[in-house]
């Protein structure tokens, strides 16, 4: 009885072995239980063969061992094969990520290093396209020339603060005024006309000292001059001298068919050369100066010569002297011109006390016509005692305008204004004391005031 029950316990825990085993490897269900069965038949003969006589306690523990040593074997062969076929497919997961994480890297690698190339075969092209278009600009492109040179270093920032502090202009000195004959040149310390609300087109204030120009406004500019052109007529005349009390008839020559103006000096009259040569400066008569000409020996036209003569001895380039009385328009002359012609006539005593002259009242037709000529200048007419005049003379025509010259003492000066192309009749006059005014309220320049 004892014997069958321990044939029952050996074959169930055979079986449960058995049972274990196919458990723990399911990757073989039928060989691992046949193994099993037959290792337990096996042991269950053998264990009935030889232990008859053995006592039951030792089959029992024998048949254990035996039990135990088989289960571990089976269960080691099952967990080897098991750990062998985790390991295989561990392995192929492995290889299969080491060989797609390896197939990427590489495809990124030779992608990344086929995208350098490409760029930098393209960075290099495009590189080598750009030199070569703008080398060939550069060898298309003319060289500049000498005057844009200068250009370009003119406009250029750094240049040009770099000369602010390396070059240095020196201040032309001005030229001097060498009566009769003066090259002005415009002061430190002149004025913009337009300051002072100055009308005339053309004008030129100067020292006459030392020839500086203290306002100008197109002092180059040729112009008509009118009867400014008698300072000259007086001028050669008294530089011919001629016997200045012969007596000059006016005569039918003398009469204006240009302008065809009036004259109070009626044809026939008798007058010395002095009273003349007085009503054409004073006055400003066009009979008187006409017929100092004609009188003149050669006549009209070796006076005429004679006046241009006079003016390039003077200076007076850009002057041109077609008539005596300044009627004719093509007696042209510049402001800087007539500066040096009143700078040179001041220097006559006659054609200075003339031109100031008042007035005066002359006899006309042997005695039987007494006539009132006065200054043609209102400043000297009205002996205005803020006016110091040396010398004057006006002129009008409507080519020239109105026009006035005066060398005058102002603020202790002595001061030549030329004022030209004025379009009102009392516009030189305006000009003229706008000057004298702006001398008097300023203060002088020491170069200006050491007379």
Same mark, same amino acid.
Request: some cysteine.
């Given at each position: 009885?004892?014997?069958? /029950?321990?044939?029952?316990? +050996?074959?169930?825990?055979?079986?449960? @072995?058995?049972?274990?085993?196919?458990?723990?490897?399911?990757?073989?269900?039928?060989?691992?239980?046949?193994?099993?069965? *037959?290792? $337990?038949?096996?042991?269950?003969? @053998?264990a009935h063969k030889s232990t008859p006589t053995v006592a039951p306690k030792t089959t029992a523990t024998a048949a254990r061992k035996t039990t135990a040593t088989a289960a571990s074997k089976t269960t080691a062969t099952a967990v080897r094969k098991t750990t062998a076929t985790a390991a295989s497919k561990t392995t192929a997961t492995a290889a299969r990520t080491t060989t797609a994480t390896a197939a990427r890297t590489t495809t990124a690698t030779a992608a990344s290093k086929t995208t350098a190339t490409a760029a930098s075969k393209t960075t290099a092209t495009a590189a080598s396209k750009t030199t070569a278009t703008a080398a060939h600009k550069v060898a298309s492109k003319p060289?500049?020339? $000498?005057?844009?040179?200068?250009? &370009?270093?003119?406009?250029?920032?750094?240049?040009?603060?770099?000369?602010?502090?390396?070059?240095?202009? #020196?201040?032309?000195?001005?030229?001097?005024?060498?009566?009769?004959?003066?090259?002005?040149? !415009?002061?430190?310390?002149?004025?913009?006309?337009?300051?002072?609300?100055?009308?005339?087109?053309?004008?030129?204030? +100067?020292?006459?000292?030392?020839?500086?120009? %203290?306002?100008?406004? *197109?002092?180059?500019?040729?112009?008509?001059? &009118?009867?400014?052109? #008698?300072?000259?007529?007086?001028?050669?005349? %008294?530089?011919?001298?001629?016997?200045?009390?012969?007596?000059?008839?006016?005569?039918?020559?003398?009469?204006?068919?240009?302008?065809?103006?009036?004259?109070? %000096?009626?044809?026939?009259?008798?007058?010395?050369?002095?009273?003349?040569?007085? =009503?054409? =400066?004073?006055?400003?008569?066009?009979? &008187?100066?006409?017929?100092?000409?004609?009188?003149?020996?050669?006549?009209?036209?070796?006076?005429?010569?004679?006046?241009?003569?006079?003016?390039?001895?003077?200076?007076?380039?850009?002057?041109?002297?077609?008539?005596?009385?300044?009627?004719?328009?093509?007696?042209?002359?510049?402001?800087?011109?007539? @500066? =040096?012609?009143?700078?040179?006539?001041?220097?006559?005593? !006659?054609?200075?006390?003339?031109?100031?002259?008042?007035?005066?009242?002359?006899? %006309?037709?042997?005695?039987?016509?007494?006539?009132?000529?006065?200054?043609?200048?209102?400043?000297?007419?009205?002996?205005?005692?803020?006016?110091?005049?040396? =010398?004057? #003379? /006006?002129?009008?025509?409507?080519?020239?305008?109105?026009?006035?010259?005066? #060398?005058?003492?102002?603020?202790?000066?002595?001061?030549?204004?030329?004022?030209?192309?004025?379009?009102?009749? !009392?516009?030189?006059?305006?000009?003229?004391?706008?000057?004298?005014?702006?001398?008097?309220?300023?203060?002088?320049?020491?170069?200006?005031?050491?007379?």
């Open positions: 009885m004892r014997f069958v /029950t321990l044939i029952f316990l +050996l074959t169930i825990s055979t079986g449960s @072995a058995a049972l274990t085993t196919a458990i723990a490897t399911p990757d073989q269900p039928t060989a691992e239980p046949t193994r099993a069965k *037959n290792t $337990a038949k096996t042991t269950a003969t @053998a060289k500049p020339t $000498a005057t844009v040179k200068k250009v &370009a270093q003119k406009i250029t920032p750094k240049r040009r603060a770099r000369s602010r502090h390396t070059v240095t202009r #020196k201040a032309s000195p001005p030229r001097q005024y060498a009566a009769p004959a003066v090259t002005p040149l !415009l002061a430190a310390g002149a004025i913009d006309p337009r300051a002072l609300g100055m009308q005339s087109v053309a004008l030129l204030v +100067l020292d006459q000292v030392n020839g500086t120009v %203290l306002m100008s406004r *197109n002092p180059d500019e040729q112009t008509s001059i &009118a009867s400014i052109t #008698k300072l000259m007529t007086a001028m050669v005349t %008294l530089d011919a001298q001629l016997p200045m009390e012969q007596t000059i008839v006016i005569d039918d020559a003398d009469v204006d068919r240009l302008k065809r103006t009036t004259s109070r %000096l009626v044809v026939g009259s008798r007058l010395s050369r002095r009273d003349i040569l007085r =009503l054409a =400066l004073m006055a400003s008569e066009n009979r &008187a100066a006409a017929s100092l000409a004609r009188t003149y020996p050669g006549g009209l036209a070796a006076f005429i010569n004679a006046m241009n003569v006079k003016a390039k001895a003077l200076g007076m380039e850009h002057s041109h002297f077609a008539d005596p009385a300044g009627l004719n328009p093509r007696n042209l002359s510049t402001a800087t011109d007539l @500066a =040096l012609m009143v700078g040179a006539a001041s220097g006559y005593s !006659l054609i200075r006390e003339y031109t100031t002259t008042t007035g005066q009242t002359v006899s %006309l037709l042997g005695g039987r016509r007494q006539e009132v000529f006065r200054n043609t200048n209102r400043l000297v007419q009205s002996k205005n005692p803020e006016w110091h005049i040396e =010398l004057s #003379k /006006t002129g009008y025509t409507v080519e020239a305008g109105r026009c006035l010259v005066m #060398k005058a003492r102002v603020a202790d000066r002595s001061v030549i204004l030329v004022l030209l192309d004025g379009a009102g009749k !009392l516009t030189p006059i305006g000009d003229a004391n706008r000057v004298r005014r702006w001398l008097e309220s300023r203060r002088p320049p020491r170069d200006l005031a050491e007379h």
